[in-house]
Nanobody
Framework: QYVESGGGMVQTGGSLRLSCVASGFVFSIYDMSWVRQAPGKGPEWVST????????RYLESVKGRFTISRDNAKDTLYLQMNSLEPEDTALYYC???????????????RGQGTQVTVSS
């Protein structure tokens, strides 16, 4: 189970910090991702972090603007989003990585999501 928070409406160039509190599994042993889904579009992977937080990967379009992190003592995943653009508007949710197909993560359990809306 996940409880996501931190979404909202901001203007272009603004910032938001998303949080995802996980429960029901041993959080620290799983890689975790943020995934987003814009209206009328399919899910889009945004970022993944490994279990101890030492390795991160990002969608090219968010590199340098978004930072994924985790606090295993609090079973919490974060996404700091800076310099937001209208194209970042989407429902953002956290997801547990169950494995990889090549370098692409596969996800099993996901949260309900938190809405991010960026106005121009």
């Amino acid at each position: 189970q996940y409880v996501e928070s931190g979404g909202g409406m901001v203007q272009t160039g603004g910032s938001l910090r998303l949080s995802c509190v996980a429960s029901g599994f041993v959080f620290s042993i799983y890689d975790m991702s943020w995934v987003r889904q814009a209206p009328g579009k399919g899910p889009e992977w945004v970022s993944t972090i490994n279990g101890d937080g030492s390795i991160t990967r990002y969608l090219e379009s968010v590199k340098g603007r978004f930072t994924i992190s985790r606090d295993n003592a609090k079973d919490t995943l974060y996404l700091q989003m800076n310099s937001l653009e209208p194209e970042d508007t989407a429902l953002y949710y956290c997801a547990r990585v169950e494995g990889y197909s090549g370098t692409s993560p596969r996800h099993d359990y996901r949260g309900q999501g938190t809405q991010v809306t960026v106005s121009s």
